[in-house]
Every structure is written in structure tokens, then in C-alpha cells.
């Protein structure tokens, strides 16, 4: 099996044997929670380059992004551009509590390089925020002391007391998961570890364009087409609000949507939403290029005509944010 295949296979998030953190020898946010003789170390060093791209060298894992520094710059501008969209951080009803009393426990799962979990922290300095991804490269230079991270496997058992956190929250990761999995381990852990009265919120993104061209369906289709037989679905609207109100131990569930343009066809925010998603499908070309039977060259060319395509069409695609009480 060559690389190219090899990579367009993997499934998602490898196993759980390691923690990640600064040293073992540190004190850390995590230390009362998991308990400070457990070794943070990182035993997950190797990775696949490709295309002078750098990927998780393991055949457990979906994700279809690179893993080095250009694509942490594009996660951290995409993170600032829906905060922007949305107005905020989250949509959860605990910003008093956040502000005015401290001291509270917060969770991202899947954190990526950490850019929620560090806005957040700047924002609350006196409320801790850890975050949980397979991926062992967090922005450690930006880390702050009310942070902490942990490389784990998130599709198994989370390594944390019932009733641990105030808040758990996870975004744009259901693309890349089994919904059978997510449905019946990460969502029930992130409800376990929640605690009575606190609160979860799902931020995500659904894979699927609103008046798209025939390129920008294609790159939707392929996809779409690739990912489906693994039991993803990349339309997270059609099943996460079913999923809260049948999961149990929820109250009070809602739902948020935005619907927001692609292209120069609206001011900034759609040459920026371009912007981000042209960095996305270049971050994806190694795997998606032979998905659709196109060589390197001809997938930048289709990809040029999906920049003129989402303007022509006015493309829009849609951001959802579910949030529930636990009873």
C-alpha cells in the first residue's frame, strides 16, 4: 500500500496510550483531575510527509487535513472568523458564571491546536479550560497558566470523573467521526463528565453548499461519497438535535443556525469565508485529488473554478450550535 492510499483510508483517531503535556514533573490544571502521578508524556511521534505536507502517520484516522504549522495558522483564522460569525464563543447560558464567579471547569473536545481553548482563557482568567485531541501539536508558545491539553483518543472512555466540568463543548469534528460512534461513546462521555446543571454545546459546520455550481458539488459529492461508507455522515443538522433529545440526561435543548455566503459576492465576510475554504481544499488536495481521479495540477484548476463558481452561484452553507442542560 503506497502513502496516497494509505492516507485516503485512515480512520479516525488512533488509540488512547498516551497523555500529553508540558512535564510530568510540572504542576498542571489536570493534576486534581486525573491525578498528578500519571506521566504526561507524548508517544505519538511520528508522522506521514506528503506533498511537502505533514500528516499523523497512522491508518486509524479520517481526517483528510495535514498536521503541521499551516494548517494550525488556518485553524486559528477559521477559529476568529466563526467566533465573528456567531458573535461569541459559544451560545450556552453560562457567560455570567463564567465572568462573575470563576473557578469553573471547561472542556474542548478535539481542540485541534487549541485556539478556542486559548481565546477562552484570555477572556476568563480566573476558569480553567483544558483541551482533548488525538493530535500531540498544541500552540504551547500561546499556552496560558488557566490551560492545559491533552493528546487522547476521544472516541474512547474520557480519562475523567463522573461530573468534572461545568461546561464541555466540542466543534467541527463530526465530519470526520462515525455518527454511531459519536452518538454512542463521545456524546454519552461528554455527558457523564458534565456536571448536574452544566452545560454541552456542539459547534458545527454542515459539509453541504446552498446554490452551488457544478465544480462546488462535485467537491461536496466526492467527499461526501468517500466518507459515507466508513458510517460518516457530513451533514451534522440531519442528526445531532435527534441525537440530544434521544441520548437522555438532557434539558432544555436548542439550536442555533447561521447562514452565511461564500465568495465576493458579499462583502468581507464572504471573500473571507472563500478565503478560508480555498485554504482548506489546498490543505486537502493529497487526499482528495485521487478521490476525484484529478492529478495535482487539474485539481488547482478545479479549484480556481470553485472561487469564481461560489461568487457566480452566491454559494452559502450553514453553522449550527446545539446546547443542552444536564438534568
Given amino acids: ?124 482568567p480566573c476558569s480553567s479550560f483544558i483541551g482533548m485531541d488525538i493530535s500531540p501539536d498544541f500552540d504551547n508558545d500561546k499556552k496560558l497558566a488557566n490551560t492545559a491539553f491533552l493528546q487522547y483518543n476521544f472516541l474512547h472512555n474520557f480519562p475523567f470523573q463522573d461530573n468534572t466540568f461545568d461546561f464541555v463543548r466540542q466543534s467541527n469534528i463530526l465530519p470526520f467521526i462515525p455518527k454511531k460512534e459519536w452518538q454512542e461513546k463521545t456524546l454519552k462521555e461528554m455527558i457523564r463528565v458534565t456536571k448536574s446543571g452544566g452545560w454541552i454545546e456542539i459547534s458545527e459546520v454542515d459539509w453541504i453548499y446552498l446554490n452551488g455550481g457544478p465544480i462546488t458539488k462535485r467537491l461536496n459529492e466526492t467527499l461526501r461519497k468517500s466518507l459515507s461508507p466508513l458510517g460518516i455522515d457530513v451533514i451534522p443538522s440531519f442528526y445531532v438535535n435527534e441525537s440530544l433529545e434521544r441520548v437522555g440526561g438532557l434539558q432544555d435543548i436548542s439550536h442555533a443556525v447561521q447562514i452565511q455566503p461564500i465568495g465576493e459576492w458579499k462583502d468581507t465576510i464572504g471573500v473571507m469565508n472563500l478565503k478560508n475554504c480555498l485554504e482548506a481544499y489546498d490543505s486537502m488536495k493529497t487526499v482528495l485529488a485521487p478521490l476525484m481521479g484529478v492529478n495535482d495540477e487539474e485539481y488547482v484548476d478545479l479549484i480556481r473554478v470553485y472561487a469564481v463558481e461560489v461568487t457566480e452561484h452566491r454559494t452559502l452553507f450553514s453553522l449550527h450550535r446545539y446546547w443542552a442542560q444536564k438534568i
Fill in 1 to 124: 500500500m503506497d502513502n496516497k492510499t494509505k492516507l485516503s483510508t485512515r480512520s479516525s483517531f488512533i488509540s488512547d496510550n498516551a497523555l500529553n503535556n508540558d512535564s510530568s514533573q510540572k504542576k498542571s490544571i489536570l493534576d486534581p483531575i486525573i491525578g498528578a502521578s500519571h506521566d504526561y508524556e507524548n508517544a505519538l511521534d511520528t508522522y506521514l510527509h506528503l506533498d511537502g505536507r505533514r500528516y499523523l502517520n497512522d491508518q486509524e484516522i479520517y481526517y483528510y487535513f495535514p498536521n503541521d504549522s499551516k494548517e494550525y495558522s488556518r485553524q486559528w483564522r477559521e477559529h476568529f472568523l466563526i467566533r465573528h460569525m456567531w458573535s461569541g464563543n459559544f451560545q450556552a447560558p453560562i457567560d455570567k458564571k463564567l465572568l462573575r464567579l470563576g473557578s469553573v471547569r471547561v472542556l474542548d473536545v478535539g481542540c485541534g491546536p487549541g485556539a478556542w481553548v486559548i481565546d477562552m482563557a484570555r477572556e476568563y
